[in-house]
């Protein structure tokens, strides 16, 4: 009898040494996945960023639509132009103070000299940007959700879009209890909310909802 207490309690401290260990080795570990899957998803959010901002730098909006972003990318240029300050003589006004000269009027002409494709500035010869929808994750079929409009601010009418993937997509396969608290999250060194995402369609913003550890000093 007194070996199977023996047992017993034996049974139980290793089981309850399992627990401590899973206690604490869980959380690390969802962390170090968890961080890695992020680090992918906003490469691919960036992406989706300097897209729609050159969509909105040259046709004036944004776009909720996937198909006609990667279209854009194929198709659209920049133009290069020369920025140069002229002046002259203001006729009228030398005329009205009876000056033969005396007032200027300056200007500023922008002179086109060329045009660049957008491929070609964001992407620099890679093809990524076809696929830019689907989240760049192996063995998880999720895509990135987007949107575009307009909001009033003050009067005001403002181009807005988002772009996002909700973390219960890219973390399901991890421990339910964690994947519920990390949606929850709110804090300075995190990503809030239940999303990853880019944009904002209820705020004139353009800047993404995670800490600046997953920025490099371009992105800052």
């Not at 309850?16 to 961080?35: A, D, R, T, V, W």
């Not at 960023?49 to 240029?77: C, M, N, P, W």
């Not at 079929?141 to 879009?161: C, H, M, P, Q, S």
Request: hydrophobic share 40%; aromatic share 10%.
């Amino acid at each position: 009898m007194k070996l199977v207490i023996q047992l017993l309690l034996w049974a139980v401290i290793i089981f309850l040494g399992y627990m401590l260990y899973n206690s604490i080795s869980g959380p690390i570990k969802f962390n170090e996945i968890k961080e890695a899957r992020y680090a992918k998803v906003i490469k691919g959010l960036k992406d989706i960023k300097a897209a729609e901002l050159a969509h909105r730098e040259i046709t004036g909006k944004y776009t909720g639509s996937f198909d006609s972003l990667v279209r854009f990318i194929d198709t659209a240029q920049y133009a290069i132009v020369q920025r140069r300050d002229t002046s002259y003589a203001d006729v009228e006004k030398n005329k009205a103070f009876g000056l033969s000269e005396g007032y200027y009027i300056e200007e500023t002409l922008l002179d086109t000299l060329g045009f660049s494709s957008v491929k070609d500035s964001l992407f620099k010869g890679s093809d990524r940007y076809k696929n830019m929808k689907k989240v760049p994750l192996e063995d998880i079929d999720a895509e990135y959700e987007l949107e575009a409009g307009r909001i009033n601010k003050n009067g005001t009418w403002y181009a807005v879009f988002e772009a996002r993937v909700s973390k219960e997509a890219i973390l399901n396969d991890l421990n339910k209890d964690l994947l519920a608290q990390e949606k929850q999250v709110v804090s300075v060194d995190g990503v809030n909310g239940p999303y990853v995402k880019v944009g904002s369609m209820s705020e004139v913003n353009t800047s993404g909802n995670w800490p600046k550890i997953y920025d490099t000093p371009d992105d800052q």
